[in-house]
């Protein structure tokens, strides 16, 4: 790379993040409450339930930060910059999370399956 050149995720690209087709992942506002998801991210399995999709009220429970069932708001996904597919939840991107008025950001999501 030459000196004053930036190498930026493709994803981070206005142009693609607007054309992309949105298949490899979830919109929580479009399924139905009290639906559990297991997600799966780089260091943690999150056990995600659905409590009302159109505002992102879930309750959480996986990895260090959330033991136990906690009540949280999904903003979406992202790539941990300014762009958000709110209320998502995408292979390859982060969840960007509210719990208690604090933020937290996941490490990539590597697999979404919706629990039975």
């Known amino acids: 790379m030459k000196q004053g050149q930036y190498s ?3 994803a981070a690209i206005l142009s693609n ?3 992309d087709p949105w298949t490899n992942g979830v919109q929580i506002d479009l399924r139905e409450d009290m639906e ?8 943690t399995l999150y056990e995600i339930t659905i409590i ?3 505002t992102g009220e879930i309750l959480i429970r996986g990895g260090h930060y ?3 069932l906690t009540p949280a708001r999904l903003a979406g996904a992202t790539q941990g910059g300014s762009f ?3 209320r998502g939840i995408y292979v390859g991107f982060r969840m960007e999370l509210t719990v208690q008025g604090r933020r937290f950001v996941t490490t990539p999501v590597e697999s979404i399956e919706i629990v039975p």
């Open 36 to 43: 559990k998801l297991a997600v799966r991210t780089r260091n």
């Open 8 to 10: 930026v995720p493709a």
């Open 84 to 86: 958000c597919k709110m």
């Open 17 to 19: 993040w607007c054309e």
């Open 66 to 68: 959330f033991p136990e």
């Open 52 to 54: 009302e999709g159109p």
